[in-house]
Each structure stands twice: as C-alpha cells, then as structure tokens.
C-alpha cells in the first residue's frame, strides 16, 4: 500500500524524523490556517505517483496571496490520471544540500541506498554516475548499526555529514522495519543553509497484509492511485471474508473493455493479460484469486465481476497448474456457482477456461454437465493449451 506523502510524514514524525513544518489543506480558503500565512511555503498535490513536480505538482510561493491562487491551480488537476483532493501546505527551506536516503528489500534482505546527490530520480544518477550511490545489504538478523551506516554514507559522499545523518538513517531503519514497509525513500533529504536536516519528500510502502497494524487509519486506495470504484471496493470486502486465500485483492475495473478476466496465479495473469492486449483484446474486469481460496469466496468475486456495468463479451477463467488449490472448489463451488447465482446471467456469454490442478477432472465432468444440462457456453482447455492460444480463442469467441 502505498502512502500520501503526508500519511508518511505524519508517521514518520511520530518516529522522532525531522520533517517540515506543514498542513494538509482540501480548499484554497483554508490557506489562511497554515504557515503561507505568513512565510514562504511550497504548495505539494498529494497523489501516490512520483514526479509530481514534473507533472506540475509542486508550487513555491512567496506569500499568501500566491499559495492561495497555487492551491486554486493544483485542486482537481490531474496528475496521471489520479485527481488531487488534498494538498500539503510546508514551510519553504532554504536549502543548501539535496541527498538522497533509501530502505527496500533485495533478495529478501533489507537493503540501504544512500546518495549524496538528491532532488532527483536516483535511477537517473545511478545510469549516468553509478559509483555516487551506495547500496548495502542489511542483515533481517542483527540489524543496522551505527559504524556500518556512518560507513555506507561515507562511501557514498556525505563526507563531514556522515555523523549526522547516521543518526537519521538509524531511526529510518528502525521505521521501516517496526511498519512493515517495503520501501521508505528520502528524496530529497535536505541540510538547509542554518545545518538542520529535513526529510523535504517521502515515498513510503507498506505491506498490504500488515497494514492493520498501523497506527493511524488509512483510507482505501488502489495502488494505481485513482479512487477505487464501487466494484473495486466490493471485491476487496469479498477478500477479508476469511484469511484463506486471496479473492479480490487484485480487481481492476476497466472502462470500456469487453472481457472478464477471473485469472489464478500472479505469474499467469501478467502473462495473460500481454497475450490479450497483443491481440487487440480489452479487459472490462481483471482479477486474481490464489491461495486456495474457499469456494464461497471465490463465488463472491465472480457475482461482482460480472456487475460489470457495461458488455460482457466473453469470460475467461485462466491458470497453470496448481499444486495445492482446490480446483473442483474454486470452479465449481466458486465460479460456476457464482454465474449460476448471478441473475438473467447470458447464457450465450463464451466461458473459455484453462485451470488444472487437485481434482482437476472431477470440475471438468461438472462444467461438462453444465453446459449440456444448463445450456452454458463452456470452453474447457488443459496445459495443453498455451496462455497465447487461449487468448486468441477468447477474442474469436468474443468476435
């Protein structure tokens, strides 16, 4: 899950982080209230996509006057394609270093990345001066200790400021570990001309499955960064049913597209959905269901895919080989009961599926018997198939 710039600032403050002095404001008259009162200040749009400030997302002013009508230009803007409904109102610094501060996991390992050039993309950096960022490994064991940072920011260029912002990055590490997160970045971490530091940005993720365990309520959001739909939200309830499984916690809805897409397995469903769209097909639904989910779980996902407001021109139910899900479960107890339940369901809507695993032929026997009993327009494939044919027979029976 990723977080508001200031959801992370707020917690990131919590953790005794030096961060700016700011507001989160969701109307131009509301300026009144925060420090462009009366100081300079930088007016931030609050989106979960990056490079806000080449999308225009970032405003300097020098007075009241000039936030209020900056405010006025970045509420209801889009920055790719996500509306901005708050924005965050800071003091403005008067800067005289830009570094850059990073914790993620590689190979399954906390990793620390550290500049000491900031304020801009670090990929950028790397590409073109790759010996300026340092990326160290961190042992989940023992932690990160105060040598070992100084000696990471001294190797990537903090010289004299080692000592200093050691201190920082011992707190972000402890952070990134006591929530859960899979990435905190810095970017940039400032040293203004009077030598206090600040984290001027923060981009933070957290791990969906321990987001509970936050301590401030967040609200829900897609990790594409627009508000979710009614559907979205529906089949995100559909997934904390039960803790078996996932049912919904991947569900897209897709403007104008044609084919529900009930896909098992991360790997396959990327796979998927390239084949798909390289043969000029275009999802109305798309979701994932995996874990071995329940049966009644996965029948609740296919009621709301197929409330899909728009044509349904054909079902595709698509998976490998699965070594440990249920598929009679999930296909029979899951998506055919979940058509059969949907009212004045279209029986004359193609089904194509390809899915094998546990009590594979046990759920081929029934789906048989559903179409000639019933009168459903089931397409059944084995591994035999491959994912590109089974898209080419979903867009000829869509056609």
Same mark, same amino acid.
């Given at each position: 899950?990723?977080?508001?710039?200031?959801?992370?600032?707020?917690?990131?403050?919590?953790?005794?982080?030096?961060?700016?002095?700011?507001?989160?404001?969701?109307?131009?008259?509301?300026?009144?209230?925060?420090?462009?009162?009366?100081?300079?200040?930088?007016?931030?749009?609050?989106?979960?996509?990056?490079?806000?400030?080449? @999308?225009?997302?970032?405003?300097?002013?020098?007075?009241?006057? =000039? =936030?209020?009508?900056?405010?006025?230009?970045?509420?209801?803007?889009?920055?790719?394609?996500?509306?901005?409904?708050?924005?965050?109102?800071?003091?403005?610094?008067?800067?005289?270093?830009?570094?850059?501060?990073?914790?993620?996991?590689?190979?399954?390992?906390?990793?620390?990345?550290?500049?000491?050039?900031?304020?801009?993309?670090?990929?950028?950096?790397?590409?073109?001066?790759?010996?300026?960022?340092?990326?160290?490994?961190?042992?989940?064991?023992?932690?990160?200790?105060?040598?070992?940072?100084?000696?990471?920011?001294?190797?990537?260029?903090? @010289?004299?400021?080692?000592?200093?912002?050691?201190?920082?990055?011992?707190?972000?590490?402890?952070?990134?570990?006591?929530?859960?997160?899979?990435?905190?970045?810095?970017?940039?971490?400032?040293?203004?001309?009077?030598?206090?530091?600040?984290?001027?940005?923060?981009?933070?993720?957290?791990?969906?499955?321990?987001?509970?365990?936050?301590?401030?309520?967040?609200?829900?959001?897609?990790?594409?960064?627009?508000?979710?739909?009614?559907?979205?939200?529906?089949?995100?309830?559909?997934?904390?049913?039960?803790?078996?499984?996932?049912?919904?916690?991947?569900?897209?809805?897709?403007?104008?597209?044609?084919?529900?897409?009930?896909?098992?397995?991360?790997?396959?469903?990327?796979?998927?959905?390239?084949?798909?769209?390289?043969?000029?097909?275009?999802?109305?639904?798309?979701?994932?269901?995996?874990?071995?989910?329940?049966?009644?779980?996965?029948?609740?996902?296919?009621?709301?895919?197929?409330?899909?407001?728009?044509?349904?021109?054909?079902?595709?139910?698509?998976?490998?080989?699965?070594?440990?899900?249920?598929?009679?479960?999930?296909?029979?107890?899951?998506?055919?009961?979940?058509?059969?339940?949907?009212?004045?369901?279209?029986?004359?809507?193609?089904?194509?599926?390809?899915?094998?695993?546990?009590?594979?032929?046990?759920?081929?026997?029934?789906?048989?018997?559903?179409?000639?009993?019933?009168?459903?327009?089931?397409?059944?494939?084995?591994?035999?198939?491959?994912?590109?044919?089974?898209?080419?027979?979903?867009?000829?029976?869509?056609?």
């Amino acid at each position: 899950m990723r977080l508001y710039e200031y959801e992370g600032k707020n917690l990131l403050k919590a953790a005794g982080l030096p961060v700016p002095r700011g507001a989160v404001i969701d109307s131009p008259s509301e300026i009144g209230d925060t420090i462009a009162a009366a100081e300079a200040a930088i007016v931030k749009a609050q989106v979960l996509w990056g490079k806000r400030s080449k @999308a225009g997302g970032i405003l300097s002013c020098a007075e009241a006057g =000039a =936030a209020k009508d900056a405010a006025g230009k970045l509420l209801d803007m889009k920055i790719h394609g996500e509306r901005v409904k708050r924005l965050l109102v800071e003091e403005r610094l008067d800067v005289a270093r830009e570094c850059y501060l990073g914790i993620t996991y590689q190979d399954r390992r906390p990793c620390v990345i550290a500049c000491s050039e900031g304020g801009v993309d670090i990929e950028e950096i790397k590409n073109i001066r790759p010996e300026k960022v340092v990326i160290q490994p961190v042992s989940i064991i023992h932690g990160l200790d105060e040598p070992t940072a100084i000696d990471i920011l001294i190797r990537a260029g903090f @010289a004299e400021d080692a000592g200093e912002v050691a201190a920082i990055l011992l707190k972000l590490y402890s952070f990134f570990i006591d929530n859960d997160a899979i990435l905190v970045e810095v970017n940039p971490l400032i040293k203004t001309i009077g030598g206090k530091w600040y984290l001027a940005d923060a981009k933070i993720e957290i791990d969906d499955d321990a987001s509970y365990r936050l301590k401030i309520d967040l609200p829900e959001r897609l990790g594409s960064g627009r508000e979710p739909t009614h559907l979205e939200l529906l089949a995100r309830e559909n997934d904390l049913i039960d803790s078996r499984g996932a049912a919904g916690r991947m569900f897209y809805e897709i403007e104008d597209g044609s084919i529900v897409i009930l896909a098992a397995g991360g790997g396959t469903s990327m796979e998927a959905l390239d084949d798909l769209y390289s043969l000029g097909g275009r999802p109305a639904i798309f979701t994932e269901y995996s874990g071995n989910p329940t049966g009644e779980k996965v029948k609740g996902l296919t009621k709301i895919a197929l409330m899909y407001p728009g044509n349904i021109d054909a079902i595709w139910v698509i998976g490998g080989r699965a070594n440990f899900t249920d598929i009679y479960e999930s296909l029979i107890g899951g998506i055919l009961a979940g058509i059969r339940e949907t009212h004045d369901f279209d029986k004359t809507i193609p089904i194509i599926i390809r899915r094998a695993g546990p009590r594979d032929e046990e759920a081929y026997e029934a789906l048989r018997k559903a179409r000639e009993e019933e009168g459903y327009n089931i397409f059944i494939r084995g591994m035999a198939t491959s994912i590109a044919d089974s898209a080419r027979m979903v867009i000829y029976q869509a056609n």
